[in-house]
């Protein structure tokens, strides 16, 4: 046993003096010859008292203060771990990796316990840690420090978004070699990397090497797919376990919204698991973020870029019917359909909705009408692609023809077209014709086709041609190998115009067949969206980064920008930390899993423990204040029984109960001064509600684990709010049961109503009494119910099954006055922000009040029903994020759903306050009128 204040221990100095105290005795009294004593002589007493405390009450008394002393000395027994250390300065090793994210809080209490032993033990450690730094420290200028500098860089030190080097490790370790260390203890991550025998050998070189390990289910990551042509998005890759496991992966959008939570099985055994998101297209392009439920960590955090969406395109079918195999659009929907959102239609339907690209085979643009609703679209922004053919080639004039005056030949773009044409096609090879079908030439490095490489067995045996002008360079995307163009392109307003001067089947090139066409489509659907495909030399500077948490943040300064085409190969590190990079129209993006396959254990450093198996120091201290007090208490009610009538107040041993008292007081603290948990956690404290302490809020526990979850981020949001834009000041929100908690002190209570809802006959009186004493009832059907009319009896319907019956069964017998609909002009509209509108995660739900002159309490409804949900929209989660995404106004419903929250929490705190203020002149007028 150890003292962490042993001059305290000097109390014990005092016993002789409480010997003699307890011990002492009244003085004899003086005699005095009175004749009618001899009376009282003969009277036996029925009580004798002794005229010494006996001797074990006064052992009693001394093992009190000793005790008490032997408290305030706090004493502590220490873990099995002390014994350990050696007699030399102590070498701590932490892997501060990716991996060990998820796990932190528990190396960081691991690593606690460490230097908790060292600093009993008066020995000097040396911190490492095994993940690459921005700065790094000269390996040659380290040496131990006392324990209390090492605990403030422990407490500063955060996981990295990267793995760890341990081969960087193993060489700063060899210049540890001329150091005597007394032990080596080493936190592990337990992730195989190529280092790991150099680090081995340098750590065992420098003495005893003792391994904690953590458990391997939380050696997870996520590494992003890069197939758009399967709704796989995404890998999970783990460490192989003999039992199957679940996991839970969340899409979020961009504003920390969830579109899905996509459960995965991770089967025994096995290293990996694809995570498919089934969603609309629609819903799927607004994934921003990828997670994995219950593990923060940059390892477990996908970042979505512009490349990973698909991109809504809209193909124009011709007038007849599409030839099966061979039809205009056949291999253009072979082409598409892995990589975009196809839709197929006349012009009309398809301009109607929301595309990127639009695609023209020949003949669908030969009416007028549609040529000038598809130019003003493309004007508006959109991309055409066009496809040429007979119809296009035999055209030319008809389509010049119908350009007036002001719409020049010089401007192609007019017939919607990127070039002028010439008249006809060109034929490449057949009987009538000496040339030869043409292959096609390397694409420039302008032209978004730059880095495909067109293969030999791609021919054009037909072709429209251009017509010869000074800038037909600058439009041109492809040629063929005469230098005749392919691929041609112009700007028309905020648009572009794209023309293939082959056909989209068979008929005029092999083209269609290869795969270089499905590639050259996908760079027009990526270029058309505004994502710009940078050069290979071209420099992406970092927008956002990931911390080890996987929180997103902006770049730290030492990170830098990185070629385009090196971020492929390129691995997370201090200069190049997972995150996006690149300007906003063409950000890419560079995860820390990117190139993580597999995970493997890492070969045992030493003498492996579990951080299980870590003794922590029991502190004795709590201990021995608690039996102080009991014996006090004890010695307290020996001295009544010791006396006659004591029952009575004042005949109570006033020094014992003072002395408990303080006591008491000192025991309370003890358990939180202490860091390190006990085995046995007694309680000597008196509870106290915390709602009587502070303002709450409090919410109906339903039974429903995810509902009261639910409701209680929603009110601790709503609390965050209310606190950080007005002088009110609240707590933690409270969970309750009507029927068994005291409600007295809550403003407001938050009542969800799910469709097995009921309320017990105390339930009800419970809550008729809190309206009652001016409580407000807050009951939110979630999205599912509204009263049908302000005259319907306060009768109530619902869209979900079983929502009428619930609504009606948990409010049988509740007090309930006339409702009405509640309007702008309501108190509720202007208590602290003036409103028009009261959204919640719905939008669009009527609100039901008490009616004006009905309301007994000062004016104020004392039940307020609504359907808007809006606990779901004021949720804030542990992260600080908003789970739950709102419908259908996003970032701007959720703000006027907080706001709204807050007129209710005004409304409850000061009631007919507001209100009250129209009266203000009358009432000064009155005053002014007095004589």
């Not at 391994?211 to 990551?221: G, I, L």
């Not at 089934?278 to 799927?284: G, Q, T």
């Amino acid at each position: 046993m150890i003292f962490l204040a042993p001059l305290a221990l000097l109390g014990l100095l005092t016993l002789p003096l409480v010997w003699w105290l307890v011990r002492a005795t009244p003085p004899r009294p003086r005699q005095q010859v009175f004749p009618p004593v001899k009376l009282l002589a003969s009277l036996k007493p029925r009580q004798t008292e002794a005229a010494r405390s006996p001797l074990w009450l006064l052992l009693l008394r001394l093992l009190a203060v000793t005790l008490l002393v032997l408290g305030l000395a706090r004493p502590v027994l220490p873990g099995h771990n002390a014994a350990q250390l050696g007699s030399g300065p102590v070498l701590l090793v932490i892997d501060n990796g990716m991996f060990s994210a998820a796990d932190w809080n528990e190396r960081l209490a691991a690593a606690q316990n460490l230097l908790d032993d060292a600093e009993r033990a008066k020995r000097p450690v040396l911190l490492l840690t095994t993940a690459p730094e921005a700065e790094t420290a000269v390996a040659e200028n380290l040496a131990p420090l006392p324990v209390a500098q090492v605990r403030q860089h422990l407490n500063a030190l955060r996981p990295e978004p990267w793995q760890v080097d341990r081969s960087a490790s193993a060489h700063t370790l060899e210049h540890l070699t001329s150091q005597t260390f007394g032990s080596v203890l080493y936190l592990a991550d337990g992730i195989a990397t190529p280092g790991d025998d150099a680090f081995r050998h340098a750590l065992q070189s420098l003495g005893h090497v003792r391994e904690v390990r953590f458990p391997h289910q939380n050696a997870v990551a996520l590494a992003p797919m890069a197939d758009k042509g399967s709704n796989v998005m995404a890998r999970l890759v783990a460490m192989p376990m003999a039992a199957p496991r679940a996991f839970n992966v969340i899409a979020h959008t961009q504003d920390g919204g969830t579109l899905a939570v996509v459960p995965v099985t991770l089967p025994a055994q096995s290293a990996y698991a694809d995570i498919s998101v089934n969603l609309p297209a629609a819903v799927r392009n607004r994934i921003d973020t990828l997670t994995l439920a219950g593990s923060a960590s940059a390892a477990t955090t996908v970042l979505m870029d512009e490349s990973s969406r698909l991109h809504p395109v809209g193909l124009l079918a011709s007038g007849g019917a599409d030839t099966p195999l061979v039809g205009s659009l056949f291999y253009l929907r072979r082409a598409l359909a892995p990589s975009a959102e196809l839709h197929e239609g006349t012009p009309t339907a398809l301009l109607s909705r929301p595309l990127s690209v639009l695609i023209a085979p020949d003949g669908t643009l030969a009416d007028p009408e549609t040529r000038e609703k598809v130019r003003e679209w493309v004007k508006n922004g959109g991309t055409l692609i066009r496809f040429a053919g007979p119809a296009l080639a035999g055209a030319q004039h008809d389509e010049a023809a119908e350009t007036t005056e002001s719409e020049n030949p010089q401007h192609p773009t007019q017939d919607l077209l990127p070039v002028t044409l010439l008249d006809g096609a060109r034929q490449l090879g057949g009987s009538m014709t000496w040339g030869t079908p043409q292959k096609l030439a390397q694409f420039d490095t302008t032209s978004p086709f730059a880095g495909l490489v067109p293969p030999n067995d791609v021919t054009v045996s037909r072709q429209v041609l251009a017509r010869p002008s000074a800038t037909l360079t600058e439009h041109t995307w492809a040629r063929l190998a005469d230098g005749t163009p392919l691929v041609t392109h112009a700007a028309l307003g905020k648009g572009e115009i794209v023309l293939f001067h082959v056909s989209s089947t068979t008929d005029w090139s092999n083209l269609p067949l290869s795969g270089l066409f499905v590639s050259m489509l996908q760079r027009l659907t990526d270029h058309a969206n505004g994502v710009s495909v940078p050069a290979d030399d071209a420099i992406l500077q970092p927008a956002l980064t990931l911390d080890g948490a996987g929180v997103a943040g902006p770049p730290p300064p030492y990170a830098r920008g990185l070629k385009a085409s090196d971020l492929a190969t390129t691995d997370v590190s201090p200069a190049h930390p997972p995150g996006l990079y690149g300007p906003g129209s063409g950000r890419r993006a560079l995860n820390a899993a990117d190139h993580v396959t597999a995970l493997h254990p890492e070969s045992a450093v030493g003498v492996i423990t579990d951080p299980a198996g870590q003794q922590p120091d029991v502190p004795l201290g709590r201990f021995c204040l608690l039996a102080a007090l009991v014996l006090l208490l004890l010695d307290g009610a020996l001295a009544l029984l010791m006396r006659k009538g004591f029952l009575a107040p004042k005949h109570i041993n006033v020094a014992t109960l003072v002395m408990g008292g303080m006591l008491l007081g000192m025991a309370a603290p003890a358990y939180a001064a202490d860091t390190q948990p006990a085995v046995l956690t007694p309680q000597a404290t008196l509870s106290v509600p915390g709602a009587a302490l502070e303002t709450r809020l409090a919410y109906v526990l339903t039974g429903h684990a995810d509902v009261d979850e639910a409701s209680r981020q929603g009110l601790q949001g709503l609390a965050d709010f209310t606190n950080a834009r007005t002088s009110a000041v609240l707590g933690h929100p409270d969970g309750v049961h009507p029927e068994t908690d005291d409600l007295a002190y809550y403003p407001l209570l938050y009542w969800p109503i799910t469709p097995d809802a009921h309320a017990s006959p105390a339930m009800i009186a419970a809550l008729n009494r809190f309206m009652a004493h001016g409580g407000i009832l807050l009951i939110d059907t979630q999205g599912q119910d509204t009263p049908d009319s302000a005259t319907d009896d306060a009768s109530f319907a619902g869209d979900a099954p079983g929502t009428r019956a619930a609504l009606r069964r948990a409010t049988t017998g509740l007090t309930v006055p006339p409702l009405v609909t509640m309007n702008d002009h309501h108190l509720l509209a202007h208590t602290f922000y003036l409103l028009h509108d009261f959204p919640g995660r719905y939008a669009g739900q009527p609100i039901w009040v008490a009616r004006e002159g009905d309301a007994g309490n000062d004016e104020v409804s004392p039940i307020i029903i609504g359907s808007a949900d809006w606990a779901h929209a004021w949720a804030v989660d542990a992260s600080g994020n908003t789970p739950f995404a709102v419908i259908p106004g996003g970032a701007e419903q959720r703000l006027l759903a907080y706001r709204f929250g807050l007129n209710i929490v005004i409304y409850a705190l000061t009631g007919s306050y507001k209100a009250d203020q129209v009266h203000v002149p009358m009432l000064l007028k009155r005053l002014e009128d007095r004589p």
